[in-house]
């Protein structure tokens, strides 16, 4: 960690110096004992898990930096990420108070005006090596290849609240949300805000998508609100990808592995968004064109064209 100039440690492990001494420091304690071919120090496996991820590079290459071999280092990124996955609780959550609640709202509402909006939720695909059996063709997804289709819900400072990482690539969205905690805790009225999804989500009171067909300036008004501050979570997936190559380029690793790293890397994001850790050039990605739901409820339309004729 001394040998590297500030910008070149950044460029190799996609962090700061400073948050990865802060990962260690969050971590080492769970790292401490002996991995295969003998002791590793904590701050060595966390580099190690870092640079695979982070440079996308097959475990080969980095275990050659790290003079490990390849089996040494998917031991060492397991036991990376099942360290940081302890931390969840504390770096992956909902706001739960009303001052937290409130600050997240006023923060989507800063963007352009949008009210009562506590996050922005979709999914993305994250590629994996063919899955055999019976059950490997429900992990092709529309556009032919395997994934597991991960949704998120970011808030307005492109981090992730929530997320869910273990669904096959053939499920749709609006399954995943139908079937997930979160949905749960809306119907429970456990937030003051809203959600705002694509047209793949039913149109529900606590979930608002865009109007198909537009007819009067209020609801194109509308729209238009909803694309820029819904494109939040598309903006997240970016810079969650662009400092992560491998949620690009896709895991090589086994199955349940990959659903590890997922929530890994997603608390991983966090620290560096709250530590103002930011990275250069981060695109924003929508690679989920959505099935349009045919499911939204008549509560949903009418909430939603209530809050057009008021708001817009």
């Not at 809306?186 to 998508?209: H, N, V, W």
């Amino acid at each position: 960690m001394e040998e590297l100039q500030d910008h070149e440690f950044k460029s190799k492990y996609r962090f700061s110096r400073a948050t990865a001494s802060f990962i260690i420091d969050m971590v080492k304690n769970s790292l401490a004992g002996d991995a295969r071919g003998g002791f590793i120090p904590p701050y060595l496996k966390v580099l190690t898990a870092i640079r695979t991820w982070a440079r996308g590079e097959i475990q080969d290459d980095a275990g050659d930096l790290s003079g490990m071999s390849q089996p040494t280092v998917s031991l060492v990124c397991k036991q990376v990420a099942l360290a940081i996955v302890s931390h969840r609780a504390q770096w992956i959550k909902m706001p739960r108070t009303d001052n937290e609640q409130n600050k997240v709202i006023a923060e989507f509402y800063s963007l352009c005006g949008f009210r009562q909006v506590i996050g922005a939720i979709d999914c993305t695909h994250i590629r994996i090596p063919k899955v055999g059996g019976d059950v490997g063709q429900y992990y092709i997804n529309r556009k032919g290849y395997s994934s597991i289709n991960v949704q998120i819900v970011s808030n307005a400072k492109l981090e992730i609240m929530d997320i869910v990482a273990h669904w096959r690539g053939s499920t749709h969205d609006s399954r995943i949300f139908n079937e997930s905690r979160i949905k749960q805790r809306f119907e429970d009225g456990e937030f003051k805000g809203r959600l705002l999804g694509d047209s793949g989500y039913a149109c529900t009171p606590y979930l608002f998508t865009p109007v198909l067909h537009p007819a009067t300036n209020k609801e194109e008004m509308y729209n238009r609100a909803h694309i820029h501050t819904r494109n939040t979570v598309e903006r997240c997936f970016g810079v969650w990808k662009q400092r992560f190559r491998c949620l690009l380029r896709g895991f090589t690793t086994k199955l349940d592995n990959s659903k590890l790293y997922i929530v890994a890397l997603a608390i991983l994001h966090n620290i560096a968004m709250h530590r103002e850790d930011f990275i250069e050039h981060a695109e924003i990605i929508d690679d989920n064109v959505p099935v349009i739901s045919l499911n939204s409820s008549l509560r949903g339309n009418s909430a939603r064209a209530a809050f057009i004729t008021e708001n817009f």
